[in-house]
């Protein structure tokens, strides 16, 4: 089981940028897709991001296109979600997420970093 550990979250004025980070650790990650979800108080968990560890693949949510990057660092094992042009609607926290596959199964979650979008 891949365990994750995100940060970067915080308070930040819309239409500013704020970059999450989500290291990883325990089993080889080479098979494994990275993802990334957030979840407002009272609603489901919604999908944001993800790419597939092995691939240059990408998949966002239509509401976040344009906006936000999934990116990989290889070398420091941590998947990094850059985020521009923030609107409050986008306040949640947001989880890093691991499984195998494309599209994958997701069996591993992060604690979870509160994003504050002041408007």
């Known amino acids: 089981q891949v365990q994750l550990v995100e940060s970067g979250g915080g308070l930040v004025q819309a239409g500013g940028s704020l970059r999450l980070s989500c290291a990883a650790s325990?089993?080889?990650?080479?098979?494994?897709?990275m993802g990334w979800f957030r979840q407002v108080p009272g609603k489901e968990r919604e999908f944001v991001a993800a790419?597939?560890?092995?691939?240059?693949?990408?998949a966002y949510a239509g509401s976040v296109k344009g906006r936000f990057t999934i990116s990989i660092d290889k070398s420091k094992n941590t998947v990094h979600l850059q985020m521009s042009a923030l609107k409050s609607e986008d306040t949640a926290v947001y989880y890093c997420?691991?499984?195998?596959?494309?599209?994958?199964?997701?069996?591993?979650w992060g604690q979870g970093t509160q994003v504050t979008v002041s408007s």
């Open positions: 997420a691991a499984g195998p596959g494309w599209p994958p199964v997701y069996g591993s």
């Open positions: 325990g089993r080889p990650f080479t098979y494994y897709t």
């Open positions: 790419t597939p560890w092995s691939s240059g693949q990408t």
